[in-house]
């Protein structure tokens, strides 16, 4: 260990030198990309000499190995770690029972055999991924030579085996009499055939808005989302365990359901006890808008109809719109929004029921700020996984999840573990890294010339080991 702190500590001088230099010169540019040149190296030794150690150790000491045997040595391995590429040499062992091979330091560190990419640069690209594009995501770092392909970006991403919300149980219910559950759906383009379009769906649940006119916000918000095609029962069931577990459901007087109506969305309403459908007024406004929007008489006195929940009042202004459309596309809409509407009545009944009860549902905006604004509104064809998995992912980062630490729960774990022994030599060699420091003051020659910011940088980092 002492030798290690040494090696170490010689190229640690080296960034000493690099800041007194910048300092003295009055370059910041020059401190800048020196410190990055030399930590970045610093770090690529501190990686390379901890893998051949840890090698070192399990090579030389068989009570930390048992049943494997040595079969090979000096085998070299580079990573692209978040410092640059480490290339170190490793020793390769095969098991004497069950006949597997394996390099135990790699199973120590948590490298997955072949893995070229390590960990933590991995959960870098797919954190920025979920911005933007997988080849941009791939340029992590200035240094081109460094930077990732987007296809290894979307390996990485697509490796992890869930995605889905992650809450823990509050210790205490929370009692509030309405809940709100909004949903809507995003198209994204699909890659083939030409035309289609996957449909990932967005559910938030909140308990109302706070805030003055024009800043309101929902209060207590969590998302779910994903592709859920062929699974709306299973969206459903992880939406009512999330409000089973965070709220006192008896307290509950009622659970708003607000969309455009689609089947999928109902089916909350029937999954869900106690909860009400309540029709999306801006979907409302823009099929309306769509049908009658040219005569605004009309567009004026069926949306006055729909406050009343007159029904024969709406069917018979959009007669006399039928009336008045001069060609088959027009009559067409109107005859589609008329069913639309007689189809969601109970969802327009809910609005006078209710009253102030019912808060204006966001979804349409919701679901642009958190799909559209990676999936459909740039031109990108998107596959299955694709979209089911950058979905799920932008659910996440609404949540306030953080991605990366998402990305490295539950890595590889090593399947040996350091003895009693080493542990305790670990610790003494640690130990005695620290007495090197007096050692070191009166070796290095910098300490006992005239006083520069690297003399008092060295003095100060001495005094404090």
């Known amino acids: 260990m002492s030798s290690v702190i040494q090696q170490l500590w010689s190229r640690f001088l080296r960034v000493l030198e ?46 930390e190995r048992r049943g494997w ?19 170190y040499h490793r020793t390769y062992f095969r098991n004497k029972v069950t006949g597997e091979y394996r390099y135990l330091a790699d199973d120590w560190m948590g490298l997955r055999p072949h893995m070229r990419v390590a960990p933590s640069v991995r959960a870098t690209v797919v954190e920025k991924a979920v911005e933007v594009s997988y080849r941009k995501s791939g340029r992590w770092t200035w240094n081109e030579a460094w930077q990732l392909s987007g296809q290894t970006v ?9 995605w889905k919300p992650d809450w823990t149980h509050p210790s205490k219910k929370r009692r509030v009499p309405y809940l709100y559950i909004e949903a809507d759906e995003d198209h994204v383009p699909n890659q083939e055939p030409e035309g289609s379009s996957w449909q990932p769906r967005l559910v938030y649940v ?40 965070h709220y006192d459901l008896e307290a509950v007087q009622t659970i708003f359901v607000s969309g455009d109506g689609a089947s999928w969305i109902r089916r909350f309403v029937e999954f869900i006890p106690g909860s009400v459908y309540v029709l999306d007024r801006f979907h409302a ?32 202004l959009l007669k006399e719109a039928y009336e008045r459309a001069d060609t088959d596309r027009k009559r067409e809409t109107i005859e589609k929004t008329l069913t639309y509407l007689m189809r969601q009545w ?35 064809g998107w596959t ?12 996440l980062q609404a949540n306030g999840e953080s991605i990366r630490d998402r990305y490295l729960q539950g890595r590889m774990q090593s399947s040996i573990q350091p003895s009693k022994r080493w542990r305790s030599e670990l610790r003494a060699g640690i130990k005695a890294g620290q007495a090197i420091a007096s050692t070191l ?23 404090a080991v």
């Open 69 to 87: 045997v040595i079969v090979r040595r000096h085998d070299v391995k580079e990573v692209l770690s978040p410092f640059g590429p480490v290339r």
């Open 441 to 463: 003051q009166a070796g290095i020659p910098a300490l006992h010339g005239r006083r520069t910011m690297l003399t008092r940088a060295l003095q100060g980092l001495l005094n």
């Open 154 to 162: 979307m390996n990485a991403l697509r490796e992890h085996p869930n």
């Open 206 to 245: 909140h308990e109302g808005a706070e805030g003055p006119p024009g800043r309101r916000r929902l209060k207590n918000v969590f998302y779910f989302g994903g592709l859920y095609q062929g699974a709306t029962e299973t969206l459903c069931q992880e939406v009512w365990q999330y409000l089973d577990a």
């Open 285 to 316: 406004a823009k099929k309306l808008r769509a049908a009658v929007g040219r005569w605004d008489d009309l567009y004026r006195s069926i949306w006055k109809a729909l406050e009343r929940v007159d029904r024969r009042a709406v069917r018979a």
């Open 384 to 395: 299955k996984a694709g979209v089911d998995d950058m979905a799920r992912l932008r659910v």
């Open 18 to 63: 690099v800041v007194d230099k910048a300092v003295s010169s009055g370059s910041y540019e020059e401190l800048e990309n020196g410190l990055a040149r030399e930590l970045n190296e610093l770090g690529q030794e501190f990686i390379r000499q901890a893998m051949e150690a840890v090698d070192e150790r399990l090579r030389e000491n068989l009570q």
């Open 346 to 380: 109970d969802g327009i009944e809910a609005w006078s029921k209710f009253g102030d009860a019912v808060v204006g549902c966001s979804a349409e905006g919701h679901v642009s700020h958190v799909f559209a604004a990676r999936m459909s509104s740039r031109p990108m």
